[in-house]
């Protein structure tokens, strides 16, 4: 089974962690979280997601972060080799559900899923009508409509 770390400006990673659980309650072992807070340094957050992995005692860990270029994702970066684990940036909770729910496959298996599961969460919703639902004229005056 492969761990998630999750890497995130403070509450993110925490928060994002307890929705997992919410849906997941098994995943509390393979799910981690490390809120990177604004008054530590770097080296301090890159030691405490060193020791997170190590307590894990997983072999294996997919790393998402929230935004490229931060902190988090800095950290990040100086954390994972590419083989026994893994970084994916802008993690949003498709991404994450999905990931969870799949993270006994390999870790690249579970970089791909992660991916899709982030894209095919976002959608854009209808405000009205449902979508390819033909919509009636306001001046329509079917009498079926009505109920006397």
Sequence with gaps: MNGILIVAHAPLASA???CVLHVFSDA???VVALDVQPNVPPEESLAQARMLIRQSGLKQTL???DVFG???CNVA????DGVTTKLITGVNLPM???TVSYRHESLDALVTRALVG???GVIQVAVTA???QARRSTHDQDHRDHQQ
């Design 16 to 18: 994002l962690r307890q």
């Design 28 to 30: 509390a072992e393979a």
């Design 63 to 65: 790393v998402l972060t």
């Design 70 to 72: 931060a902190t988090p």
């Design 77 to 80: 970066q100086k954390l994972v």
């Design 96 to 98: 994450l559900l999905r």
């Design 118 to 120: 982030a894209t095919q």
């Design 130 to 132: 449902p979508q390819n």
